[in-house]
Structures are given as C-alpha cells and as structure tokens.
C-alpha cells in the first residue's frame, strides 16, 4: 500500500503534509503536490494533516488512475520536504469539483 494525492489538491496544496513526512516523498507541482509510490512508507502520517482531505491509501476503490499519476509527475517534479505558503484562494477551491481537467497545471512547482 502508498498513499497517493488525488485531484482535491488542485490549487488548494496546503502543504501540512509535507511538515509530517520522515521521508520527504512529497514532490511539487505549480498547484498541487504528489507523493512518490516507491518512496512512501505508508505510515499514513500524512493523510489526517491535509486539509482538503486530498491524500488517500491507494487501497480505496478507483484510485489506481491516481497511482500513476503520482508516479509519473514525481519523476518529473522537484522534491519538497518543507511546507510553503499555500495560494491566496485555496479554500475557495476546497471542494470544487472536477479541478483535474479545468485546473491541473502540469508545470513543476519550485522545490526546496
């Protein structure tokens, strides 16, 4: 089992996750984070510290497209392993449906 971020991150990434984290597997997009599968440790540590309830074990049914997803932008993102400012909106869009297609940015975050 891993844990995966899924799409309630989308321009919410608060980052009480990343503070949390023993072994920084948390990687930065420009408006949301992922968490690395082969380098999680599944201590679940994480899941309660996320705000917007977006950090979920990758055993829930229907989240295996997340898997990769996660895989595949940690392998392209910058690791962070301390927490940042989240953006100025993000509680408007806590909750806001479908933000993988309207509001997902595939660029890279900035990193520690």
Known sequence: MTYVVTDNCIRCKYMDCVEVCPVDCFYEGENMLVIHPDECIDCGVCEPECPAEAIKPDTEPGLESW???????????????????????????DGVPDKLTTYFSPNPGKGD
């Open 67 to 93: 898997v990769k997803f996660n895989a595949d932008y940690a392998k392209a993102w910058p690791n962070i392993s301390q927490k940042g400012e989240p953006p100025a909106d993000a509680k408007e869009f």
